[in-house]
């Protein structure tokens, strides 16, 4: 680069991860070019969005310092939780718990971040280039530009990136997967009025020990607005596994839902059915699988030229804990910052530095959390005292939640003892009277006569 002249960066890849660390660059002052396999509108109305991407509390303060906040829909301040076992007349109500976040959740459309975050940078001056990149591709780009970016997910140039056997603890999916959005239902308290008095402000998550988990919560949709969006998070041995295959096009992904809940969670169904498919937006449902990876995110191309990996690429993650995307962003914003006091070429040493970093501040712990949350025999005991307490002490139940915002705190407990530390600390007295407390539900209450 002769001086005077702008740097360069190559972004590959344009979703979350892609668009944000381009707009980022460009508003550092960089000559910035993302490489995107589909055009804007293909981006933004042809494909599903990679998933729902709550942004949990704190990594929003992240996502500000890349592009002001645009949106009102889709925001929770908490979530009513429910956990059923067994199956006909052994099937029981277990517990229950609905605690408030202590912060905003915000579900947006990750096709409408993405979008808002592409015009931004192509006002900027931004520039887009449309076509697959391979390997060869991959070599010229790095080639010819001071910094490239790969942010081609959890498939596209991944393998560019050596899998990181020591940080990545699963070879195969943990969940099957199933999101679907839906339409024609308000986010006011009276909508899952029985569950909470909060109503539509608090997301709903219900957990089956036998099938897996569902995530329910209000979201923005990029066309329509306020919508409701549902994640299945299938056990692989469960009953609910070959159910998510029968779902081919939004209305059949809609009625697996149905029955679902019909079926499991017969209290909200009647809710669950009024909801309608988006026909404007026939790709607003998406099924498949994520297999937990940690990648080494800074590798070179066949011709020596070194390439990072941003977002799912470097580090992809079963949804369960809701990480991906905010961990993207953490990650972004991060790189961005330590680009802006940064000085000379971006070497592949320099590199390694912001992604330890990066691993230290976030990476680790979303990972960890993300094994809790899928009831990873690692954290049995986490979970055998976590849950009862949090349904006898709303402080627990928000300290749980609060580790979807702030996943951290997990990272310092690693025995029995710390647990039950942490559960006493947290509600003022000490553990074991917390959990004394505790009984099965035997049948849930009703949040509105309560
Ligand atoms: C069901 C589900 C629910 C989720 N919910 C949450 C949540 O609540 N909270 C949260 O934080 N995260 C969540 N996530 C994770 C989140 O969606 C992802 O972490 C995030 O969207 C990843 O963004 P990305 O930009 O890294 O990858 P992607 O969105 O996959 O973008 C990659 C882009 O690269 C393009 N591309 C691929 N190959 C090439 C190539 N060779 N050349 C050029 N371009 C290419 C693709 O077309 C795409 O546009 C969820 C994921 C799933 C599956």
Partial sequence: MSEGQKQSVAVVGAGLAGTSAALGFVDLGYDVTIYSDKDRDALRNKVPPTGVGVLFGASRDWDAKIIEDLYEIGNTTGISVRLKSGSGDERADVLEFNPDFGYVAQAVDLRLRGDDRLGRFLERGGKL?????????????????????????????????????????????????????????????????????????????????????????????????????????????????????????????????????????????????????????????????????????????????????????????????????????????????????????????????????????????????????LGDPDYADHLELSFPAASVNSDVASALFGLLSDPNPLLTLETRDDVLGFIGAVAGEPADDVLAKFEPAGQFSSAAVA
């Fill in 129 to 373: 280039e449309v076509g697959e990149v391979d390997d060869d591709r991959l070599d010229a780009i790095a080639a010819s530009h001071d910094l490239t970016l790969v942010a081609t997910g959890k498939r596209g140039l991944a393998d560019v990136f050596p899998i990181d056997d020591a940080r990545t603890h699963y070879r195969e999916p943990q969940r099957k997967l199933l999101q679907a959005t839906l339409q024609g239902v308000g986010d006011g308290p009276e909508v899952f009025d029985y569950r909470s008095r909060e109503g539509g402000k608090h997301a709903v998550f219900n957990l089956d020990a036998e099938n897996g988990e569902i995530y329910v919560g209000p979201f923005h949709h990029k066309d329509i607005g306020l919508s409701w969006s549902f994640i299945v998070f299938a056990k692989p041995d469960g009953e609910w596994a070959a159910k998510i295959d029968g779902a081919t096009d939004n209305a059949s992904a809609r009625q697996v839902l149905v029955d679902i809940f019909r079926e499991y969670f017969p209290n909200d169904a009647p809710v669950v059915e009024k909801l309608q498919v988006i026909d404007a937006d026939p790709y607003s449902w998406l099924k498949g699988a994520v297999t937990p990876t940690v990648r080494k995110a800074v590798s070179t191309t066949k011709n020596g030229h070194v390439v990072a990996a941003i977002g799912d690429t470097a580090i992809a993650v079963d949804p369960v804990a809701g990480q991906g995307a905010q961990g993207s962003l953490i990650q972004v914003a991060d790189l961005l910052a330590a680009a802006k006091d940064h000085e000379g070429e971006f070497t592949a040493e320099w590199l390694s530095a912001q992604f330890e970093k990066y691993w230290e501040s976030r990476g680790k712990a979303a990972v960890e959390v993300t094994r809790l949350y």
